[in-house]
């Protein structure tokens, strides 16, 4: 990236990302070779960091991880729901979605390790399918 200010009115922006100061501190003290060891050991520890979310119990070699990415799909079916007029809700289906949603809030806290993706998805699409239901019972 150049270093010449495009824009002579805007004040250049200073960064206070706690990496980057260390890394302006090991320059400074040790050299770029020094740094570049630095950014090497980061990239180490953000790639294990990494590995270990894949190889985690939740993690997406896992169902854990893959029925939540798809559940998302209820979120945003409701959100998409929400542009159309009440009279073309389902009372019955969207009960059922309340239901189904609750009974897998509580099975996404209960089980073991839980499943916080899982819980996420299902407060979500509880929230949009109860605000369908109150749509739908204004309505009638």
């Known amino acids: 990236m150049s270093s010449t200010n495009l824009f002579p009115t805007q004040k250049r922006h200073v960064s206070c990302n706690v990496i980057s100061d260390r890394e302006a501190t090991w320059r400074t003290f040790f ?3 020094l740094s570049e ?18 190889n985690s119990p ?8 893959w029925g939540p990415v798809a559940n998302w799909g209820f979120v945003a079916a ?6 159309k007029p009440p ?3 389902s009372g019955n289906m969207t009960g059922a979605m309340c239901v189904y949603s609750a009974l897998f809030m509580r099975f ?7 499943n916080y993706l ?4 299902h407060v979500s699409n509880e929230t949009v399918q109860l ?5 739908w019972a204004r309505s009638q």
């Open 37 to 54: 060891v630095f950014k090497r050991i980061q990239l180490l520890a953000m790639a294990a960091t990494f590995r270990a979310f894949l």
């Open 78 to 83: 409701g959100l998409a729901d929400m542009q």
């Open 31 to 33: 050299g770029d070779r």
């Open 58 to 65: 939740v993690g997406p070699k896992t169902t854990h991880f």
């Open 131 to 135: 605000y369908q239901l109150s749509r």
């Open 118 to 121: 899982l819980l996420a998805c």
């Open 87 to 89: 009279e073309m809700i």
């Open 108 to 114: 996404a806290w209960m089980v073991q390790p839980r």
